[in-house]
């Protein structure tokens, strides 16, 4: 299986550069590299990910470490970043806004302006705490870690809950709530790290077959694959 050696930005950007005057608009970054969406409706569509560093959450099963670590994180300029995205995918016109949280970033809108100026589709995926959800977007993808507000729910194209094996009766109801009234309901199986976990996907399997088709499965293709 491919393993993809994993420190996409470096080597596109040059932190010691002098030569690039830094703006005052920056955006810090953890990762910016290009694989398939392994989760939710547009699983296996190939996309440039923009990986935002931080996040107000810390949520103990994280399995994006990397958006804390300061070693990973580098600050570019939105000129910056536009050169970094033509360099490593030019021709490839979906754009998936991750993290970390990319609501929390300062100034997200006038990277989605530059982006869309470009002819990109842009796709966002959020806890939807951090900030207010931007203009601008082709895709929402709203996965709540804690309670929001229903505008948030309903402003979003889908919704994925993270799902362990032992689900509390209080996200059971507030799943199936969700599942009686928005069209795109997503569970996906909390995974250990880098790897799926077996009871996680068997109790979401199960209870997406019980949904009688308001409930759909997403099993992070990229984990199976061993790809980013
Ligand atoms: S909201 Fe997402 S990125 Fe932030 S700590 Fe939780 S799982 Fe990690």
Redesign the pocket.
Known sequence: MLKAPFHPLSGLIDPMDSSTPKAATLFPLCDLFVSIQGEGRWSGRPMIFLRFWG?P???SW?D?PR?KDPQTRQDLSLDELLIALDQIAPSLPSVLLT???PLGVDHLPVLIDALKKRGKWLAMES?GIGGEIPEGLDWLTISP?KALPAEIMEASDELKFIVGPNPSASQQQEIDRWAARHPNVWLQPRADGDQPNAAATATALQWVLASEGRLQLSVQQHKYLNIP
Do not use: P
């Open positions: 996040c959450l810390a949520c994280c994006e958006h993290g970390g949280e806890s870690k």
